[in-house]
Nanobody, 126 residues
Framework: QDHLAQSGGGSVQAGGSLRLSCAAS????????MGWFRQVPGKEREGVAT????????AYADFVKGRFTITQDNSKNIVYLEMYNLEPEDTAMYYC???????????????????WGQGSQVTVSS
């Protein structure tokens, strides 16, 4: 059974940087798509970034504005979300996810993802 284990996150001041890691129990190239999503209590989940491990194609939500980067390390079966110039509005629980069957691989379609990590809290203070 596929499993995603997250690490990273924490608290930073506005303008700071953080990196989130998502380690897969199997080969990430076996997944059709990997993604990062976030959710604030009381609000809907929103997509942040996606990546196709097989080809490296990435997609980002508009609010990322070039501040975040999703990358992969196939040798370690890890997907990263590197976040720069963080803003208080980025405060949320961040989740990595995998789509093993094939979908749009878009941050707009979180329902395509069937395996989810446990979540990592990111808190940005002003």
């Amino acid at each position: 059974q596929d499993h995603l284990a997250q690490s990273g996150g924490g608290s930073v001041q506005a303008g700071g940087s953080l990196r989130l890691s998502c380690a897969a129990s199997g080969h990430i190239v076996g997944f059709y798509c990997m993604g990062w999503f976030r959710q604030v209590p009381g609000k809907e989940r929103e997509g942040v970034a996606t990546l196709r491990p097989g080809g490296g194609t990435t997609a980002y939500a508009d609010f990322v504005k070039g501040r975040f980067t999703i990358t992969q390390d196939n040798s370690k079966n890890i997907v990263y979300l590197e976040m720069y110039n963080l803003e208080p509005e980025d405060t949320a629980m961040y989740y990595c996810a995998a789509d093993g069957y094939g979908g749009s691989c878009s941050p707009l379609n979180g329902n395509d993802f069937d395996v989810w990590g446990q979540g990592s809290q990111v808190t940005v203070s002003s």
